[in-house]
């Protein structure tokens, strides 16, 4: 049996607007028995068939006389495995088309998880329809380069214990394909891109016999080393289900006791870690939302509120409410919010009025203080003219 030959041919779409690029695809004339009889322009015909995918329905395409396929239009569609046959119906020749692009620049991220790990993911600014292949490396300013270990289905690569006392890194990607290549520098500072991942675990339970008082806990994130050397700040946040303003805590430690929150309403509650060492690094994505409610008493028919906890009650109700978010670092925070809001317009009334007396008050003392120098400036003259008048001879 004979063996066919075979080959892999790749043709580029133009990126300057024009749509289709012409193919050739040539017959091996060796393969091609001559025609029998006739005249020598018949003789010189070469009489094959081309297909596409087995199918004799071709794009838009002219056979030369010497059994050179040409298609005039190439777009995608015109994709597939092409193969030539003689006269018979046996095949000669076939050849696979594919189109697309060169290699274009890439967009490039970097997540710095923590102090040992570097992940760079990218995306295509140009889809080439094409395979490629990829290269990655990662160099700082006066080192070696590292490799960056290479994930290219899911279009990432890693750099394990990068130097993080060199200021800034180099991460070199070079993209591959049958039509060119094309490599992408992206710069990339360390301790200004490390952003650990949110806190893990995180539980917002009520303080039973409480009702204004929340315990938050958390985990540190997995990919964050249990190392003292590398301490990490959690910012909370919380507000009733519905306000607009958020109270704030920053803490070191787990857990935190919130002693304002307001009794009997649906608290949110979020929580975020940063590098505590390292202002310039980067805040962590808060963690999900959790709705919580504080502790509520069951209070029975023969009982009230003031009988069953006449202490907590006073405690509660002891300072107003402040809606600004505020920001505290002690594991409890003691700040409680009011009921309502009649106080705050209470305390603004009595401002108010303290600022119109004080007004009124000082301009009384200014226009005393007027009158009597006046006074004693007439005072004076008339003085001064008596003197005048007795020094004067009879």
Request: glycine share 4%; proline share 7%; charged share 20%.
């Amino acid at each position: 049996m004979r063996e066919v030959p075979s080959q892999i041919f790749s043709s580029s779409i133009r990126l300057d607007g024009e749509r289709w690029r012409t193919a050739i695809f040539r017959t091996p004339m060796e393969e091609v028995e001559p025609s029998q009889g006739g005249s020598e322009e018949k003789d010189s015909m070469v009489p094959v068939t081309w297909r596409l995918d087995h199918s004799t329905v071709l794009p838009w395409h002219q056979v030369t006389s010497d059994g050179t396929l040409v298609l005039l239009h190439a777009d995608h569609s015109a994709q597939g495995n092409y193969s030539c046959h003689d006269s018979r119906g046996l095949l000669l020749y076939f050849i696979r088309l594919r189109l697309g692009y060169p290699p274009g620049k890439l967009n490039v991220s970097c997540q710095v998880p923590n102090h040992t790990h570097v992940r760079c993911s990218w995306t295509e600014r140009v889809k080439t329809f094409l395979p490629a292949e990829y290269n990655a490396t990662f160099k700082g300013i006066s080192q070696d380069q590292k490799p960056c270990v290479l994930d290219v289905a899911h279009k990432h690569c890693d750099v394990n214990h990068p130097s993080f006392w060199q200021t800034i890194h180099t991460l070199r990607i070079t993209e591959t394909n049958a039509l060119g290549s094309e490599t992408t520098s992206h710069r990339v500072t360390l301790y200004k891109q490390l952003q650990p991942n949110p806190p893990q675990s995180l539980m917002v339970e009520a303080l039973k016999g409480h009702p204004k008082r929340l315990i938050v806990s958390w985990d540190y994130p997995v990919s964050w080393p249990l190392d003292d050397a590398f301490p990490l700040i959690f910012h909370i946040r919380y507000k009733p289900n519905g306000s607009m303003y958020w109270s704030e805590v920053l803490s070191l430690e787990s857990p935190v006791v919130i002693t304002d929150a307001l009794a009997g309403h649906l608290h949110q509650v979020q929580i975020q870690a940063r590098d505590d060492l390292i202002s310039d690094s980067k805040w962590s994505e808060w963690s999900p939302l959790l709705l919580v409610r504080p502790w509520e008493a069951v209070y029975s028919t023969t009982e009230s509120p003031e009988e069953l906890q006449p202490e907590e009650t006073f405690a509660d109700n002891l300072f107003p409410f402040s809606t600004k978010p505020e920001i505290s670092t002690p594991k409890s925070h003691n700040s409680v919010h009011p009921e309502d809001e009649g106080n705050l317009g209470f305390v603004i009334l009595l401002v108010m009025l303290s600022v119109v007396i004080l007004t009124i008050v000082l301009s009384l003392i200014f226009v005393v203080w007027v009158r009597q120098r006046r006074h004693d400036h007439i005072t004076k003259q008339e003085l001064t003219s008596m003197v005048k008048m007795k020094s004067m001879p009879i």
